[in-house]
């Protein structure tokens, strides 16, 4: 039997309709996939006024609070800059506008190759190149100043269109929620300083992904499906449908999802964090 729930909701704005999906559905933000069905509107004069109308989707179930016990406070996770040289420091704020750059390109473009996080395969300690031995090195060496009790498993994306595809690290153990964090940020940050460190050490940029328990692969097969979902529903309404802001990794996933689909395209539209992918219905 299937996991996954959804759940309808309308508020005079998208924010308050999630939540007030979020709490029917019992789940955390990151576990659900959010569909806008209709903007909000406030009409002229208060006529025609709308609501926001949304549905969210999950495939976990839902999970009870856990009870309060008198252990000590798990400390906040913060990615160490000491575990750096100098000169690695120095780097990461003379990259950082670079960094920010590319991820406010198109989607497609910001992360070089069409490889999916699902295709991937693990792979022997043997086959392992210098990428994925200094990337695996400096992210145990993270996890081990963070005092993160977890193991790294290696896996390799399957070759797509002739590109070098990256290494996956996975990070593997009990209760890394907090190396998710809210919509995958902490995760991305850690991505983003261990492939610093990792590139500094190569002297070139390093080939590798991080995940967390196969959260981005989960999330790939959710946006997969979702993106076949909005586009088969903007066909229907004969309009532009928009999906919920998203990370440019996620956007990235819906783009290529909807690449090769004969009657729709998609455009990536807004600044920021409020960036987000539209799909239009191709003219006949």
Do not use: C
């Amino acid at each position: 039997m299937s996991d996954t729930r959804s759940v309808e909701t309308s508020a005079p704005d998208i924010e308050s309709a999630i939540e007030q999906g979020l709490r029917e559905l019992g789940v955390a933000r990151e576990s659900v996939i959010v569909e806008i069905l209709e903007e909000p509107s406030r009409g002229l004069l208060g006529i025609g006024a709308r609501q926001a109308r949304i549905r969210l989707t999950t495939a976990a179930p839902a999970r009870p609070p856990a009870p309060e016990r008198p252990a000590a406070p798990t400390p906040p996770v913060a990615l160490p800059r000491a575990v750096a040289s100098e000169d690695a420091v120095a780097e990461e704020e003379s990259e950082a506008g670079e960094e920010a750059a590319a991820m406010a390109t198109e989607d497609a473009d910001a992360f070089g190759d069409d490889t999916m996080l699902a295709d991937a395969q693990p792979v022997s300690d043997d086959e392992l190149d210098q990428d994925a031995r200094v990337g695996l090195a400096t992210l145990e060496e993270l996890l081990a100043k963070m005092e993160i009790n977890a193991r790294v498993a290696v896996y390799r994306a399957q070759p797509s269109g002739g590109e070098e595809t990256p290494w996956v690290l996975q990070i593997q153990g009990a209760d890394l929620g907090v190396l998710i964090g809210r919509r995958g940020e902490t995760l991305a940050a850690l991505q983003y300083i261990t492939r610093l460190i990792a590139s500094r050490d190569l002297q070139r940029r390093a080939n590798i992904v991080i995940d967390v328990e196969g959260y981005k692969t989960r999330r790939e097969k959710q946006l997969r499906r979702l993106a076949k979902r909005m586009a088969d529903q903007a066909l229907q309404i004969g309009r532009t449908v928009s999906l919920e802001p998203m990370p440019p990794y996620e956007r990235r996933i819906i783009h290529l999802a909807l690449r090769d689909h004969p009657q729709v395209t998609t455009q990536s539209v807004g600044e920021g964090e409020h960036r987000k992918v539209t799909i239009i219905p191709n003219r006949r």
